[in-house]
C-alpha cells in the first residue's frame, strides 16, 4: 500500500433508520436540483419571468433527468442485461439499485425542455435556446455534486496511477492508488460552472443566446471526452474499444456545441429575455388649421 496514496473507505450512507438510508449520492443528487430552483428565481427575477412556472419547470427537470439518466445507463451500458429478460427489465424502474448515465439524462432533458419551452415560452418571452442557455449554468453546478457523489459510492474513478492523489478504493478491494476522475470531472465542471455564472453575472446584455449552452456542451463533454483515456472500463465490451462509450457519446454534444456558437453569432439574439414593447399608435391626423376660405 502506497504512502503517498489516499485510503478511500467512506461509507456511502450517511445515517440509517431501520431499512431507511440517506446516501451521500441521494443527498448531493437532491441538492443540485435545489441549488438550481434558487437559480432560477434569481434568473427569472433579473429578466422578469414569471416565477410561476418554477414548479412545473423543478418537476420537468426532475423527471426528465431521472427517466433519461436511466434509460441512457440501459440503453447504452448494460442493453442485454436489462432487455433479454423480464426480471432485467423489471429492474429498469428499480433507480435506487444504480445506474444512470449522464448522456441520457441530457438526450432526455433536450426534449423536455423544447415541450416546456413551446407551452410556457410564448406568454413569458424566452424560447427553447433560451432556457437551455440558464438551464446549463444550473446543470454544471449540479453535475458537481453529482461526480461528488459517485466519489462517496466509490464508483466510475479511474486507471492504476503513481500521482500523490491517487485513491485506494478500498470498499471496492483494491489495493493500488486509482485516478480521482470523479474529482477530476468534478473539478472541471465547477470551472466551468463559475466561468457562465460570471458570463451571465457581467455580460448578460452583450452576448447572445446560444452561447451558454455552446460553450457548456463543448467544455463540459470535451473535458469528458478527455478524461475517460483515464477511466476504468464501466462495462466489460468497452475493453476492446478504441473509444469507451462515453466518449462516442460526448462527441454528438461536442459538435452540437460547436453549432450553438455558429447559431449565436449568426442570429445575433439577445440572450435575456426580452419582453416586447407595445407600439404606440399612429397619431390621427387632425384638421385645426383650415383654410380661411373654408
Given at each position: 500500500m502506497s504512502i503517498l496514496a489516499i485510503n478511500w473507505n467512506v461509507d456511502p450512507e450517511l445515517f440509517r433508520i431501520g431499512s431507511f438510508a440517506v446516501r451521500w449520492y441521494g443527498l448531493l443528487f437532491v441538492s443540485g436540483f435545489v441549488l438550481g430552483y434558487w437559480m432560477f428565481t434569481k434568473f427569472f427575477e433579473r429578466e422578469n419571468v414569471d416565477k410561476r412556472i418554477l414548479d412545473p419547470l423543478l418537476y420537468t427537470l426532475l423527471l426528465g433527468t431521472l427517466v433519461g439518466a436511466r434509460l441512457g445507463h440501459c440503453i447504452f451500458y448494460q442493453p442485454d442485461y436489462y432487455f433479454g429478460s423480464w426480471d432485467g427489465f423489471l429492474e429498469i424502474f428499480q433507480v435506487w439499485k444504480g445506474g444512470l448515465a449522464s448522456h441520457g439524462g441530457t438526450i432526455v432533458l433536450f426534449f423536455?425542455?423544447?415541450?416546456?419551452?413551446?407551452k410556457y415560452g410564448p406568454k413569458n418571452n424566452f424560447d427553447f435556446v433560451w432556457i437551455l442557455d440558464h438551464l446549463c449554468i444550473a446543470v454544471a453546478f449540479a453535475a458537481t455534486f453529482i461526480r461528488l457523489g459517485n466519489l462517496f459510492n466509490s464508483e466510475i474513478y479511474g486507471d492504476v496511477t503513481s500521482l500523490p492523489w491517487g485513491f485506494v478504493f478500498e470498499r471496492r478491494g483494491e489495493v493500488e492508488?486509482?485516478?480521482?476522475?470523479q474529482l477530476y470531472e468534478a473539478l472541471s465542471y465547477f470551472l466551468l460552472g463559475i466561468f457562465l455564472l460570471w458570463l451571465y453575472?457581467?455580460?448578460?446584455?452583450?452576448?447572445?443566446?446560444?452561447?451558454?449552452?455552446?460553450?457548456?456542451?463543448?467544455?463540459?463533454?470535451?473535458?469528458?471526452?478527455?478524461?475517460?483515456?483515464?477511466?476504468e472500463p464501466q462495462v466489460e465490451f468497452e475493453e476492446t474499444m478504441l473509444l469507451d462509450m462515453g466518449q462516442i457519446l460526448s462527441i454528438p454534444f461536442i459538435i452540437l456545441g460547436i453549432g450553438f456558437?455558429?447559431?449565436?453569432?449568426?442570429?445575433?439574439?439577445?440572450a435575456r429575455a426580452v419582453r416586447q414593447v407595445p407600439r404606440s399608435p399612429k397619431p390621427t391626423m387632425t384638421h385645426y388649421a383650415k383654410s380661411l376660405n373654408d
Open positions: 423536455c425542455m423544447m415541450w416546456f419551452a413551446r492508488p486509482k485516478h480521482p476522475t453575472v457581467k455580460k448578460l446584455d452583450k452576448v447572445y443566446r446560444g452561447t451558454f449552452i455552446g460553450i457548456f456542451f463543448i467544455v463540459c463533454f470535451g473535458m469528458r471526452f478527455i478524461i475517460e483515456f483515464i477511466k456558437l455558429v447559431y449565436a453569432w449568426k442570429k445575433k439574439q439577445p
